[in-house]
């Protein structure tokens, strides 16, 4: 008798967990078409009011939605391919890790190196991490012609000097209280109204080669780090920070239009924001993200130890062909060093 209980509550069991695995897979799957459907919009359109969600990796959510897919196994005992193909079609689509680790495969920097000095522009974009001074020095082996600083150290002295240092006395700087530009050549800097001058530094350079652009360089206000994204004061956080940010972005495109159209533009810093953010959509008007186009191996550059986000870009116009951009691990700054290679068109 008591055996037969004890089969009966085992089989009772049995059956309540089948119940369980069921219903598990049943609101997997459904979660997993939900999310696609949300997160392909948010990521089409990128309306502020969602951008709590855009501000994680779209691998990220392709990873949850391919989790989620392969759980739904439990109730239907058979994989969703045409729901995994379509995450998988997503994170191709809005994710650049993927082109840019493969372009790592193919792509070297012979045939910019064969061009002529005068065709090629090297450069630099670094967070100088609150002021350090090391993290600027950590420049010096890649050779630059254009260097763009932000949060540069205190002292224009020692900017100057190292400038100097680094170009045998062949070398002009703008100096900002936030940002600064370098250059292996001559400059005259752009006055600035505030609050421009405070998180942007303008000039028009003219490099050793005799080669003449303007050169722009920034840093957006800090960035929101709420990834709570159950709680309704992320979503806000994060909807009027791509407000605000796009108002900065707005005064950056005031000084872009006031640029010559015949001048080459070279536009690049911290943007605080991770790349193709909602509010970065006005740039492309005008100039490109040259990652996007050239961009090989890991790009993120924040936070340097584990980077996950490229908040630090170099953007420019269609004068030049990005041969090759990359994220460069440093030893005394927060971020990763971005050195971009131009070819002059």
Known sequence: ???????????????????????????????????????????????????????????????????????????????????????????????????????????????WQRLPEEKRIVVISLNCAGGNLGAVREILPYNPDVVLLQEVPPSQEDIQAFAEEMFE???????????????????????????????????????????????ICIRLKPPVIDINILSQDCWIKHRDDR??????????????????????????GDFNVPARDGCLRALQTMLSDTFSKGGVGWGHTALNSVPLFRVDQIWASSDFNPASVFAKKTKHSDHRMVICYLEVQ
């Not at 070398?171 to 942007?200: C, S």
């Not at 108002?247 to 080459?264: A, H």
Request: glycine letters at 4%; a positive charge; aromatic letters at 10%.
């Open 1 to 111: 008798m008591k055996k037969k209980q004890a089969r009966e509550k085992s089989t009772k069991v049995k059956a309540r967990d089948k119940v369980i695995l069921v219903w598990t897979g049943k609101i997997a799957l459904i979660l997993s078409l939900v999310l696609f459907h949300v997160i392909l919009a948010c990521y089409a359109f990128k309306p502020d009011t969602f951008a709590a969600l855009t501000f994680y990796p779209v691998w990220a959510w392709g990873l949850l939605g391919i989790t989620l897919s392969i759980a739904s196994f439990l109730c239907k005992k058979c994989i969703p391919v045409f729901l995994i193909i379509s995450w998988l079609a997503f994170t191709l689509i809005f994710a650049e890790e993927p082109r840019s680790l493969i372009r790592s495969i193919y792509i070297s920097d012979s045939k």
């Open 169 to 215: 006395g062949d070398a002009a700087i703008a100096y900002g209280p936030d940002t600064a530009i370098i250059v292996r050549g001559e400059l005259e800097e752009v006055p600035l109204d505030k609050p421009r001058n405070i998180f942007m530094t303008q000039a028009r350079i003219r490099l050793k080669s005799g080669y003449e652009s303007e050169v």
């Open 243 to 268: 407000k605000s940010r796009r108002k900065q972005i707005e005064q950056i495109m005031e000084q872009v239009n006031s640029i010559p159209s015949k001048v080459p533009i070279i536009l690049g």
